[in-house]
C-alpha cells in the first residue's frame, strides 16, 4: 500500500515563497516517477511538475522558472519549491506517485497514487 502525506502549504503574500514536502511510505522515491498537481476552485486538476526515476523534470508553461520539484531518495521525499507565488498559484496542491518515460525530450507521466492535498494560499 503506497501511501503519501503532504505538508508545507500555506499562507504566503505575493511574490513569496514555500516549499512542499512530500513522503512517501509503501514505495520507493528513486525506483518510481513522481509529480505534483494542483486544482484550484472551479477549475480542474493540473499537472505542475514531474519527475522520472531516472531524473528528467517536465513543468507546466505557467510554473516554469518559478517552481523546481526535487526529491531525497534516503528521505523518501519529494519536494515542490515554490518561488515568485501569485494569486493564481493558489490551489489545494496533491502529491502523486506513478509511471513515467521519457522520449525525444519529453516526459509523459501517468500519477496512479496520490496525497491528500495541502492548501496553498497566495494573497495580500
Known amino acids: 500500500q503506497v501511501r503519501l502525506v503532504e505538508s508545507g502549504g500555506g499562507l504566503v503574500q505575493p511574490g513569496g515563497s514555500l516549499l512542499l514536502s512530500c513522503v512517501a511510505s509503501?514505495?520507493?522515491?528513486?525506483?518510481?516517477?513522481a509529480g505534483w498537481h494542483r486544482q484550484a476552485p472551479g477549475k480542474e486538476r493540473e499537472l505542475v511538475a514531474a519527475l522520472t526515476a531516472g531524473g528528467n523534470r517536465k513543468y507546466a508553461d505557467a510554473v516554469k522558472d518559478r517552481f523546481t520539484i526535487s526529491r531525497d531518495i534516503a528521505k523518501n521525499t519529494v519536494y515542490l519549491q515554490m518561488d515568485k507565488l501569485r494569486p493564481e498559484d493558489t490551489a489545494v496542491y496533491y502529491c502523486?506517485?506513478?509511471?513515467?518515460?521519457?522520449?525525444?525530450?519529453?516526459?509523459?507521466?501517468?500519477?496512479?497514487?496520490w496525497g491528500q492535498g495541502t492548501q496553498v494560499t497566495v494573497s495580500p
Open positions: 509503501g514505495s520507493i522515491v528513486g525506483a518510481s516517477a
Open positions: 502523486n506517485n506513478g509511471f513515467a518515460t521519457f522520449s525525444s525530450g519529453t516526459v509523459r507521466y501517468t500519477p496512479q497514487y
